[in-house]
């Protein structure tokens, strides 16, 4: 059975979603423009990268506020993910700042939850 999610936890978890989801919007920006002008392909790339990574992160964003058991799953998967699919973006630098929300949003979904003392 899947550990449900503390209100801390998903205050954090949520900052963090609303971030990739915030990144899958200026993705899907530059990737349009990249594919109207002369890196067709590439844009494509970036669209299409922009586009898994808003809808996990929206589904993850929903889960986590519905504190439905598959949200800690939910947000492993989009960390990953954001973490693999920062490779292609590092030639227009913004891949370096996914690949660092994906790992904060592993370490604050699969650290321990802290004492209430």
Same mark, same amino acid.
Not at 48 to 58: D, E, N, P, W
Not at 75 to 100: C, E, N, Q
């Given at each position: 059975? @899947? /550990?449900?999610?503390?209100? /801390? ?12 989801? $915030?990144?899958?919007? !200026?993705?899907?920006?530059?990737? @349009?423009? %990249? $594919? =109207? *002008? /002369? ?7 970036? !669209?299409?990268? @922009? ?7 929206? %589904?993850? =964003? ?5 504190? /439905? *058991? ?6 492993? $998967? ?22 660092? @929300? *994906?790992? *904060? ?5 699969? $650290? ?6």
């Amino acid at each position: 059975m @899947a /550990e449900a999610i503390s209100d /801390e936890r998903a205050r954090g978890i949520g900052r963090l979603l609303a971030v990739t989801l $915030a990144f899958a919007v !200026v993705l899907a920006v530059i990737g @349009a423009a %990249l $594919a =109207l *002008g /002369e890196y067709r392909v590439y844009g494509l790339i970036v !669209v299409g990268i @922009a586009v898994v990574l808003g809808v996990l992160g929206g %589904l993850t =964003l929903r889960a986590t506020r519905a504190r /439905e *058991g598959t949200a800690r799953r939910l947000s492993i $998967a989009t960390g990953v993910a954001m973490v693999v699919l920062s490779v292609p973006l590092m030639p227009i630098w913004i891949g370096l700042l996914t690949v660092v @929300a *994906g790992i *904060g949003l592993l370490v604050v979904t699969v $650290a321990p939850e802290r004492d209430a003392s």
